[in-house]
Every structure is written in C-alpha cells, then in structure tokens.
T-cell receptor, first 112, second 117 residues
C-alpha cells in the first residue's frame, strides 16, 4: 500500500526563520502531493498542490518541492510567524484513485 | 460562505446505541468523503461518494454505513457503536477527482469528536 511518512516530532523554530517540513513517500511516485494546515479543533485546510512533473511551487511565503529521486516533498515557510504554528499534513494522490492518502502530520511551533 | 458543516461537534454515547453524524456542503460538490483521525495513524478514509446514490468503501469501513440521497448531504451512520470507534471524524467534499481533475483539493468540516463508552 502507498504510505506517506512525516516526522512525528514537533518542529520548534524562532520567528523570522524558515521552517522546513519533510514528507516522504513509498513505492511509485504519486501523481501529485497536497499540503494542508490543521489547527487544533479544526479541520484541515488546503494550502498547496504540486504535481509529479513540477519541481517547485510557490504561494506567498510558502514553497513546496517534489523530488522523485529522493521520493520526498519539502514544505517551506519563509519568514515564519507565531501564527504559522499548526500541524501540517502531506497527502498523496494518484490518478484514477478517488482518495488521498495522508501522513500523520508534523506540528510546527514558531516562538516569538 | 463556502463550507462543510458537521453535526454534532461532540458526542458521548454508549456501546450499541445507533447514532448518525450529519454532513452538509454548500459548494455543489459531487465528491464527499468521511475520515477518522486517530493519534499516530493520521486521517484514514472510511467511505466516499462520487455522486448521488454512488458510494464506496475506503480503508476502514467496518462498523459504518453511509448514504447519499442528495448531493449536499452525506451522513455517517454507526448502527451499533463500539469503543474502538471513539475518534475524531471529518467530512470532506470536493469537485469530482477524476482524470485530468484528479487533483482536486478537499474542503473539510471542523470535525466531530465521538466518545463511545
């Protein structure tokens, strides 16, 4: 079965630094990867999508990369702020399959 | 405002007492899905529906039922709840994830925390 692995340990960084979260996948490359943000007591909120044939995608302070050789996606938040503190979920999607496979998420804590 | 609404948000009940968690979306989405989220296991899909009257099992369907009589509603039914169904449940919707549009992002409700004693 396809798996998504994210670091279960929380990532603690200082305000203003760049946060980098890792998402590793197994077996064949997914058609795309999606990143979501989840705040306590709330449902996940979609942030970014990157397709297999894209190396990098940006949206404001967010950047996602897709490395099919390393079987890995990196999620970067530049100039991080305390308001960026949340759990970030990575999910893989495959063409022809009507579901996303989610990782367990990585909690990010940005301190002032 | 575009949203997915789940009710109730919290429920404590006892083993064997049938319950229904409702889910409604106002975005005219064809695709709807139910997930459960457990510590260390992440989000796991229970059932999904590609459109009205079309439903299918996800990864963990045992002990659950769903129905899709209307496009906007997708209730989750626990006919005889057991303690191992204690979890945080999320409903999600999207445009149909098929073919060239298979990458559709999903819109999630804010969750229903179920405790089965």
């Amino acid at each position: 079965s396809q798996k998504i692995e994210q670091n279960s340990e929380a990532l603690n960084i200082q305000e203003g630094k760049t946060a980098t979260l890792t998402c590793n996948y197994t077996n064949y490359s997914p058609a795309y990867l999606q990143w979501y943000r989840q705040d306590p007591g709330r449902g996940p909120v979609f942030l970014l999508l990157i397709r297999e044939n894209e190396k990098e995608k940006r949206k404001e302070r967010l950047k996602v990369t897709f490395d099919t050789t390393l079987k890995q996606s990196l999620f970067h938040i530049t100039a991080s702020q305390p308001a960026d503190s949340a759990t970030y979920l990575c999910a893989r999607g495959d063409t022809g399959f009507q579901k996303l496979v989610f990782g367990t998420g990585t909690r990010l804590l940005v301190s002032p | 405002e575009a949203q997915v609404t789940q009710n109730p948000r919290y429920l404590i009940t006892v083993t064997g007492k049938k319950l229904t968690v409702t889910c409604s979306q106002n975005m005219n989405h064809e695709y709807m899905s139910w997930y459960r989220q457990d510590p260390g296991l992440g989000l796991r899909q229970i059932y999904y529906s590609m459109n009205v009257e079309v439903t299918d099992k996800g990864d963990v369907p045992e002990g659950y039922k769903v129905s899709r009589k209307e496009k906007r509603n997708f209730p989750l039914i626990l006919e005889s709840p057991s303690p191992n169904q204690t979890s945080l449940y999320f409903c999600a919707s999207s445009l149909t994830p098929r073919g060239a549009r298979s990458h559709q992002p999903q819109h999630f409700g804010d969750g229903t925390r179920l405790s089965i004693l």
